[in-house]
């Protein structure tokens, strides 16, 4: 989410448009690819509804060495999130918690139909 190679972590932030369905979705996992994290990569997930704003259990915070293991680079979530109609993505690198910058390369989430 922000250039590598800088004397120190960059706080920056990357936020999806929000996705429109014409039902409403359950999200069942959210995975996030990224290069091989080292000590002290940290960032937060955040799904975003309808109106513009972290959903409920919808926020999720990885620091490698904590709840990722270094060297991975793949994290995962299972969310606990209600069914929804809209939804988005905010990454946020933690540049208070997290001290070496990072980068992700892929999105995936797994969604299911979720009610009307």
Same mark, same amino acid.
């Given at each position: 989410?922000?250039?590598?190679?800088?004397?120190?972590?960059?706080?920056?932030?990357?936020?999806?448009?929000?996705?429109?369905?014409?039902?409403?979705?359950?999200?069942?996992?959210?995975?996030?690819?990224?290069?091989?994290?080292?000590?002290?990569? &940290?960032? $937060?997930?955040? #799904?975003?509804?309808?109106?513009?704003?972290?959903?409920?259990? !919808?926020?999720? @915070?990885? +620091? =490698?060495?904590?709840?990722?293991?270094?060297?991975?680079?793949?994290?995962?979530?299972?969310?606990?999130? &209600?069914? $929804?109609?809209? #939804?988005?993505?905010?990454?946020?690198?933690?540049?208070?918690? !997290?001290?070496? @910058?990072? +980068? =992700?390369?892929?999105?995936?989430?797994?969604?299911?139909?979720?009610?009307?």
């Amino acid at each position: 989410t922000v250039p590598t190679g800088l004397g120190s972590v960059v706080a920056g932030v990357y936020e999806t448009q929000t996705q429109l369905f014409s039902k409403k979705v359950a999200v069942k996992e959210v995975r996030l690819y990224t290069e091989p994290l080292v000590a002290d990569n &940290a960032f $937060t997930v955040d #799904l975003i509804g309808s109106g513009g704003s972290v959903m409920a259990n !919808g926020s999720q @915070n990885f +620091t =490698a060495g904590t709840n990722v293991t270094i060297g991975d680079d793949l994290v995962r979530w299972n969310p606990g999130i &209600a069914p $929804t109609y809209a #939804l988005g993505v905010r990454i946020t690198n933690a540049s208070v918690t !997290g001290t070496r @910058n990072w +980068t =992700a390369t892929k999105m995936e989430i797994d969604i299911e139909p979720g009610g009307k």
